[in-house]
Nanobody, 119 residues
């Protein structure tokens, strides 16, 4: 069965760092583009970063560019989001998403992990 299990969320002070992990199972991880999204209550879910199936290409939202880094380890079926210089406005539920790189419509979502940036 397909699973995306997120970990690493929690409470951190402004200016601090946090690393999120998303462990995938039940599908061919290396065939999927991986993304991190975030969503606050009453707000639209927004794309934070994505990484191509082989880890060659990355994209970032302007709001996190230079502070966040997405990476993946296909041998471990895991995608990461390193978050540095965190700000209170980064407080959101963060979601892991898998999109098949070739076949449209094959999409999987994790259940989300809470990140809170506060002093």
């Amino acid at each position: 069965q397909v699973q995306l299990v997120e970990s690493g969320g929690g409470l951190v002070q402004p200016g601090g760092s946090l690393r999120l992990s998303c462990a995938a199972s039940g599908f061919t991880f290396s065939a999927y583009t991986m993304s991190w999204y975030r969503q606050a209550p009453g707000k639209e879910r927004e794309l934070v970063a994505d990484i191509s199936h082989a880890g060659v290409t990355t994209n970032y939202a302007d709001s996190v560019k230079g502070r966040f880094t997405i990476s993946r380890d296909n041998a471990k079926n895991t995608v990461y989001l390193q978050m540095n210089s965190l700000k209170p406005e980064d407080t959101d539920v963060y979601y892991c998403k898998a999109d098949h790189a070739v076949v449209a419509g094959i999409v999987y979502w994790g259940q989300g992990t809470q990140v809170t940036v506060s002093s």
